[in-house]
């Protein structure tokens, strides 16, 4: 998988479960953030296509526990996005423990979008992704 965007992160003690890893919740929670960083850095601000009455929104998530992380693990987000169709997103991401590069979590988190609270396109999205890409791809060949 070629993952565009990378969230380094630290394992916090209160994320942790009675056997001391990290909770399986929190998981989604890390998932999250990065899908929402990776959003913000290719020019997409959800505040302001809530504004607009869009809403960008999970619809279905599901993840391969592999390892568990403990307190003070680094750990590094990795995430990818395509277009499925007109409404839908499909953000590929993995959790990897650093620095041995140990793969904990494999998700795949399909989201739509919903336009005043129906089911709607979000061009801004695509075209933000597809410029960060080609972007990517300009920079890559100097």
């Known amino acids: 998988m070629s993952y565009i965007h990378h969230l380094e992160m630290e394992v916090r003690d209160y994320e942790l479960d009675l056997q001391g890893i990290v909770n399986n919740s929190v998981y989604q929670n890390y998932l999250e953030h990065a899908r929402h960083s990776c959003i913000k850095e290719i020019g997409v601000d959800f505040d302001l296509l809530h504004q607009r009455g869009v809403d960008p929104v999970v619809v279905r998530i599901e993840i391969d526990y592999k390892n568990s992380l403990r307190s003070g693990d680094r750990f590094e987000v990795r995430t990818s996005m ?32 919903l336009v005043n609270g129906r089911p709607g396109p979000c061009p801004e999205i695509i075209e933000a992704w597809n410029n960060h890409l080609l972007q990517k791809e300009q920079a890559a060949a100097l």
Not at 91 to 109: D, G, H, N, Y
């Open 82 to 113: 395509q277009a499925m169709g007109r409404l839908r997103f499909v953000f590929s991401q993995e959790i990897v423990r650093l620095p041995k590069q140990e793969t904990c979590i494999v998700a795949q988190v399909i989201a739509a979008t």
